[in-house]
Each structure stands twice: as C-alpha cells, then as structure tokens.
C-alpha cells in the first residue's frame, strides 16, 4: 500500500518574500499539504479495512475523499517546483520561456491581459483573503443590528 509523505521543502520559507511571505509559505506546506498527505493515508488505511472487512457502504465517499487528498498533496507539490524566488514578471523570449509567452499571448491576448485577469480572479475568489474582507469584523452600522434575532 502507498504511504504518502511531506516532502521538505525545496527552499527556505522566505525564499519567496515578498511575493509570498513565509508565514502563507509555512501554512500551506506545515497546514494544508500536511493535512492532505494525512487525509489521503488514513484514507488508505480505512480502505483497507474496508476491503478486509467486506464493509462497501462508504466505498464512494472513501474513493471521493482519497482523491480529494491526494490531488491537494499532488497539487501542492507541484506547487512548490513551479516558483523561485528569482523569477517574477513578463516571460520574454529571450529569457527562454518563449513557449511560456506564446502561449500567454495565444490565451489571453497579451501578458497584460493574462495579468488582469488572473489578477482579478484570485481576488475574486472565495478562498483567498482581501483586505476588504476585514470590514465584515466591523461593527454593523445600528440599522443592520438585531434584524434577524
Ligand atoms: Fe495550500
């Protein structure tokens, strides 16, 4: 049976400050990719059991659980390979990513346009923290209070 591991990582915590500081680099290695390989082994070992037990009533939420941890280990150790603190703005030709730039301009029209965009959806999407999203630990304005209680 597979055992899934955290693998180290390939570079010190800051090594990406400060595009990413080291504490959301010690999260998501220390707290998300180690809750992944964590989730998919004891969902191997509860597989198994199952199999020794003959016991198929949660065979589907076990097989949809293991796929959800071991993408999520998967992913985060792609994660890790794909960035160094010594890369950072357009991908030109000459740098050689020039496969990396055509097909930027190919997808997105232009590097500015992949930008916006991929600017704009990270800061639209649910999981990320905006600032602005500490304005709901405000104190609602007394109109909003007590409407619902
Ligand atoms: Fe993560």
Not at 35 to 59: C, F, H, M, P
Not at 85 to 94: A, I, M, S
Request: net charge negative; charged share 20%; with cysteine.
């Amino acid at each position: 049976m597979a055992v899934y591991t955290l693998p180290e990582l390939p570079y010190d915590c800051s090594a990406l400050a400060p595009a990413i500081s080291p504490e959301i680099i010690e999260l998501h290695h220390d707290k998300h990719h180690a809750a992944y390989v964590k989730g998919a082994n004891d969902t191997l070992e509860q597989l198994a059991e199952a199999r020794d037990k003959e016991t198929w009533g949660s065979i589907n939420g076990l097989e949809k659980n293991l796929a959800f941890h071991l993408s999520g280990h998967i992913l985060h150790s792609i994660y890790w390979h794909n960035m160094t603190g010594d890369g950072g703005g357009e991908p030109l030709d000459q740098d050689g990513v020039g496969e990396l730039a055509g097909a930027i301009a190919e997808s997105f029209g232009s590097f500015a346009g992949f930008k916006a965009q991929l600017t704009k959806a990270a800061a639209t999407y649910s999981g990320v923290r905006r600032p602005s999203a500490r304005r709901s630990c405000r104190p609602r304005p007394r109109s909003c209070r007590g409407s619902l209680s």
